[in-house]
């Protein structure tokens, strides 16, 4: 089984509308990030949290809130879906100790159309 | 404004020849360099590290060379493989307790051809 797993795999919603990603982990690592990547561009963090009650902003968190239910799940929410939204979003986890090195899901492709 | 860039989108490289890819970076803070690598409806994976106090590190056919002077890095791939074929991204972290923000490129992506 996976170590990093997200549902849906691929998801197709309308402008306005509420969706949320989820990410569970069963590598035992405190640390989960969100990341987003749009075609031709690199991946661009999220948010992520550190532990259950630490949650940080990341580089682009406008229009996404998240909930770290347990240390081994982490979802992202668009409150209000928009078309620029429309993207390829990675969850991963990461150790205390070596956080750069980070473990990815496979993904989950989002059209908001 | 990049803080992380990958100028080369592409790279074509003949099998059992040396694949070299290029970042480029701008802030003298960063404490860890990586390169991860993608496949195709795959989350990126963890390749090879360096800190910013090494100039190389090296990882069976996988060296990465870092040149703080001129804010550059390099993955060297020896002998290139067909299985290497991928989006290489190169990323930056930032040092303390930021270190898991990491700062991506936009990535190359290498073809090995046989």
């Known amino acids: 089984d996976a170590d990093v797993t997200q549902t849906p795999r691929n998801r197709i919603t309308k402008t306005g509308k509420r969706i949320m990603l989820e990410c569970s982990q069963t590598k035992g690592h405190d640390r989960m990030y969100w990341y987003r990547q749009d075609p031709g561009l690199g991946l661009r963090l999220i948010y992520y949290s550190f532990d259950v009650k630490d949650i940080n902003k990341g580089e682009i968190s406008d229009g996404y809130s998240v909930s770290r239910q347990a240390q081994a799940k982490f979802s992202l929410s668009l409150e209000s879906a928009i078309p620029n939204q429309t993207a390829l979003y990675f969850c991963?986890?990461?150790?205390?100790?070596?956080?750069?090195?980070?473990?990815f899901g496979p993904g989950t492709r989002l059209t908001v159309t | 404004d990049q803080q992380v860039k990958q100028n080369s989108p592409s790279l074509s490289v003949q099998e059992g020849r040396i694949s070299i890819l290029n970042c480029d970076y701008t802030?003298?803070?960063?404490?860890?360099f990586l390169w991860y690598k993608k496949y195709p409806a795959e989350g990126p994976t963890f390749l090879i590290s360096?800190?910013?106090?090494?100039d190389k590190n090296e990882d069976g056919r996988f060296t990465v060379f870092l040149n703080k002077s001129a804010k550059h890095l390099s993955l060297h791939i020896v002998p290139s493989q067909p299985g290497d074929s991928a989006v290489y991204f190169c990323a930056a972290s930032r040092p303390g307790g930021s270190q898991g923000n990491l700062i991506f490129g936009k990535g190359t992506k290498l073809s090995v051809k046989p």
């Open positions: 360096i800190s910013s106090i090494k």
């Open positions: 991963a986890t990461s150790d205390t100790d070596r956080a750069y090195e980070q473990y």
């Open positions: 802030n003298s803070m960063f404490d860890y």
